[in-house]
């Protein structure tokens, strides 16, 4: 019989901690024995979650995440001093603000900081990543990062982005492209549909090749259906693009492409 003392370097390490032991003996049959250790570290403060995830926003609107925080109620008192940012938005470190809330815990003392990121102003859409510093007084941890990402979309999206008939005519239901508000700020009602060729092409002597439709489900969402015209043509490959045209100032033509396969007579 004997005794092992397995001992964890915790240096940089946060969170369940899981590891494998490998025992070697000289047992001729089995010599490896393995078994696992699992270490929860704390370092005085727990956060989560593990990375801060802003959603998707409009171009210049803010967007807002949530880091908690949690103590012991016993151990001394801290607070949040400061929440920066690593990466440069037009050259500056981006303006974070932030507010803490302490929320009602029976054992813990508990905060959350809710971030608020400012926002980008781009036409495009544009993924933005970003690791927070947040600084504390607590003594056994004064700052933490948290990676962090915001997603910039259109204001309005098209979902699927594309309108993919395949073999025309088909008996198969004409596909459906919902029109999804960009972010909750985003309001807007769709007022026709239109056709058009895509960019240098020329307008073929029997048409487009495609008809659209568009309502609203029962939620209030808009969608538009796109179907084969039933003309006759040679076989080959149609394509187009649908234009929706909508209310909203800031963007008031929604493009789609739109492909379909004529078959063979």
Same mark, same amino acid.
């Not at 941890?141 to 259109?154: D, S």
């Not at 699927?160 to 700020?185: C, E, F, M, T, W």
């Given at each position: 019989?004997?005794?092992?003392?397995?001992?964890?370097?915790?240096?940089?390490? &946060?969170?369940?901690?899981?590891?494998?032991?490998?025992? @070697?003996?000289? /047992?001729?049959?089995?010599?490896?024995?393995?078994?696992?250790?699992?270490?929860?570290?704390?370092?005085?403060?727990?956060?989560?979650?593990?990375?801060?995830?802003?959603?998707?926003?409009?171009?210049?609107?803010?967007?807002?995440?949530?880091?908690?925080?949690?103590?012991?109620?016993?151990?001394?008192?801290?607070?949040?001093?400061? /929440?920066?940012?690593?990466?440069?938005?037009?050259?500056?470190?981006?303006? @974070?603000?932030?507010?803490?809330?302490?929320?009602?815990?029976?054992?813990?003392? /508990?905060? &959350?900081?809710?971030?608020?990121?400012?926002?980008?102003?781009?036409?495009?859409?544009?993924?933005?990543?970003?690791?927070?510093?947040?600084?504390?007084? $607590?003594?056994?941890?004064?700052?933490?990062?948290?990676?962090?990402?915001?997603?910039?979309?259109?204001?309005?999206?098209?979902?699927?982005?594309?309108?993919?008939?395949? @073999?025309?005519?088909?008996?198969?239901?004409?596909?459906?492209?919902?029109?999804?508000?960009?972010?909750?700020? /985003?309001?807007?009602?769709?007022?026709?549909?239109?056709? &058009?060729?895509?960019? !240098?092409?020329?307008?073929?002597?029997?048409?487009?090749?495609?008809?659209?439709?568009?309502?609203?489900?029962?939620?209030?969402?808009?969608?538009?259906?796109?179907?084969?015209?039933?003309?006759?043509? &040679?076989? !080959?490959?149609?394509?187009?693009?649908?234009?929706? $045209?909508?209310?909203?100032?800031?963007?008031?033509?929604?493009?789609?492409?739109?492909?379909?396969?004529?078959?063979?007579?």
């Amino acid at each position: 019989t004997g005794s092992i003392r397995v001992t964890l370097d915790t240096r940089g390490r &946060e969170g369940l901690q899981k590891k494998t032991i490998t025992l @070697y003996t000289n /047992v001729a049959e089995d010599p490896l024995r393995k078994f696992t250790v699992r270490a929860s570290i704390t370092l005085g403060l727990r956060v989560g979650p593990s990375f801060l995830n802003f959603g998707r926003s409009t171009a210049g609107r803010p967007a807002k995440a949530t880091v908690r925080m949690r103590t012991p109620k016993e151990d001394a008192d801290w607070e949040v001093t400061e /929440v920066v940012g690593k990466e440069l938005l037009d050259g500056e470190p981006v303006p @974070y603000t932030w507010k803490v809330v302490e929320l009602a815990d029976p054992r813990d003392l /508990v905060r &959350e900081i809710v971030i608020t990121h400012p926002g980008i102003t781009s036409s495009d859409s544009r993924s933005f990543k970003d690791r927070i510093v947040v600084r504390t007084t $607590h003594p056994d941890r004064t700052e933490f990062e948290i990676p962090a990402h915001l997603l910039i979309v259109k204001p309005i999206l098209a979902v699927p982005p594309r309108a993919v008939l395949g @073999y025309v005519p088909s008996k198969l239901p004409p596909p459906r492209i919902r029109l999804v508000p960009g972010d909750d700020s /985003v309001s807007f009602t769709v007022t026709g549909v239109s056709f &058009e060729t895509r960019a !240098g092409e020329a307008m073929p002597a029997d048409g487009l090749g495609f008809v659209a439709e568009f309502d609203q489900d029962g939620s209030g969402e808009w969608f538009v259906e796109v179907r084969y015209d039933g003309k006759p043509r &040679e076989p !080959g490959r149609i394509q187009a693009v649908l234009v929706v $045209h909508t209310d909203l100032a800031r963007m008031p033509t929604v493009t789609i492409d739109c492909f379909a396969n004529v078959e063979r007579r």
